[in-house]
């Protein structure tokens, strides 16, 4: 019998999609894949290392995935991903535990490395990010949606963040091949692509001399099957008019834009090494608001950055009530060894960080009742994610992206299918979700 592996993946959308890689290749060489790590003869961890705490919850799940080791179900051990990237040899040499550190270069190999792992003594494989794997998935996400990574890596060095040292360059995939891929994509089911990069704005800078994504939109929006695409991770110095004239006249691309903004201080911007200012923060918001179809908007902002002060953080209040994001997620600063903001002076203190989370997630949840509210007695095209034990169906509109966002609850004297699109008239909401029944 062929040898079973088990992945269990850890951190973002661009990390799942390492993970299904990974998956493929195991798979064309004949390892048996099993989603219960009871089972599993070798089991794989791929982690995160953007901050601390995904740190530890990698090391934490490599200690638990130990147990069937332990118990003797589990042969071998193996940690992929940015953590065997950016601290393979401290892993390697403090974590006895693993059999094999990998790095985010190796994903084409894991076949081999498994292979060599199940033979061989320990070894960390660390290659420098130079070369970028792409290809064929295992999808790990419900069948008609997936995420569609079209670049790898970062030119950007904001002040607090690891990814450049983790990642790399910034690295796009051929569009050619980012069609291959979506089409296959679709023949197996797929209706919407998430596309995800580090920066997906600056996607084709560096294959094709200038930024690539709206060219690559119309590519991808003549794939029949296709009926959504979806756009996160778009900084907004780079979201220019030319890609928002796209999505307005584009009937395939959500109304919908992830922007992570920050922080919209100025003084704030610049020290967090951001390209964008907080004047041309303001003007692309002020052209979001007079889209026509209006565009929604999610967005993150970090709290609590060195020199944070109550005044910054009223700042990114006003902006909040003035703009009215539909989604937003916000984090207290992580002083991470290695960057340029772990020098600086006026870092602030962890009770204040919680309580500027805990203020400006106030504020926004007032937004989200008001935005929430207004949608009430609007009918919305829903994709259908699956059904629920009361009889409903579980769906989103445009402005709700899988996994991050709301959902919509939704009624109907028919059968649904995953997958379906509907229009569904909003009945009722909750404190972040949507009720509606499908309109006849």
């Known amino acids: 019998m062929s040898t079973k592996v088990g992945v269990v993946s850890l951190g973002c959308d661009k990390n799942r999609v390492d993970t299904e890689i990974m998956l493929y290749n195991l798979q064309q060489a004949g390892y ?32 638990e995935m130990f147990h069937f080791k332990e118990q003797g179900s589990c042969k071998k051990l193996i940690l992929t991903g940015c953590l065997g990237q950016k601290f393979g040899k401290e892993i390697f040499d403090g974590l006895d ?26 070894k960390l494989y660390n290659r420098s990010p130079e070369c970028l794997t792409f290809g064929s998935r295992v999808l790990t996400t419900p069948s008609h949606f997936a995420y569609l990574k079209i670049a790898d890596g970062c030119n950007n060095f ?59 939109l119309r ?29 307005e006249t584009n ?28 004047e041309g923060v303001r003007r692309l918001f002020d052209r979001l608001q007079r889209s026509y179809p209006k565009i929604q908007v999610r967005s993150t902002f970090i709290c609590g950055f060195p020199g944070e002060t109550p005044q910054t953080v009223e ?31 006026q870092q602030v203190d962890g009770r204040k960080k919680n309580a500027y989370v805990r203020k400006l997630y106030g504020v926004q949840q007032s937004v989200v009742a008001e935005l929430l509210q207004s949608d009430v007695g609007k009918t919305y095209l829903c994709i259908v994610d699956e059904p629920c034990s009361d009889g409903t169906y579980k ?25 379906d ?13 949507l009720i509606g029944e499908v309109a006849e």
Do not use: W
């Not at 894949?33 to 799940?61: G, H, K, M």
């Not at 903004?261 to 200012?277: E, I």
């Open 421 to 433: 699109f509907v229009s569904v008239k909003i009945t009722d909401k909750t404190d972040y979700d």
């Open 315 to 345: 700042e990114v209040a006003e902006f909040l009530k003035r703009y009215k994001l539909r989604n937003v997620g916000f984090f207290a600063y992580s002083c991470e060894e290695g960057t340029v903001a772990a020098t600086m002076a």
């Open 158 to 216: 904001c002040s607090y963040c690891l990814i450049p040292h983790i990642r790399g360059r910034f690295r796009s995939v051929p569009m050619q091949s980012l069609v291959e891929q979506a089409a296959l994509l679709a023949e197996r089911g797929v209706k919407e692509l998430i596309l995800v990069a580090q920066d997906t704005t600056k996607y084709g800078v560096d294959l094709y001399g200038k930024c690539s994504l709206v060219p690559l």
């Open 97 to 122: 535990e693993v059999d094999a550190v990998v790095g985010t270069n190796e994903y084409d190999r894991i076949a081999e490395i498994v292979k060599e792992t199940l033979e061989g003594d320990r």
């Open 395 to 419: 769906g989103r509109t445009e402005f709700m992206s899988p996994e991050i966002d709301g959902c919509v609850y939704i009624s109907s004297s028919k059968r649904l299918h995953a997958g």
């Open 32 to 63: 048996q894949l099993t989603a219960s790590p009871q089972d599993a003869e070798v089991i794989i961890v791929n982690t995160c290392a953007f901050l601390e705490s995904a740190r530890r919850e990698a090391i934490d799940t490599a200690l």
């Open 251 to 278: 009937d395939k691309i959500a109304k919908y834009i992830d922007i992570p903004l920050q922080h919209v201080n100025g003084g704030m911007l610049k020290a967090m090494n951001r390209k964008s200012t907080a």
């Open 219 to 247: 590519q991808l929006s003549g794939i029949e099957g296709i009926r959504r695409l979806r756009l996160l991770y778009c900084y907004p110095e780079l979201t220019d008019e030319q890609l928002i004239r796209e999505i």
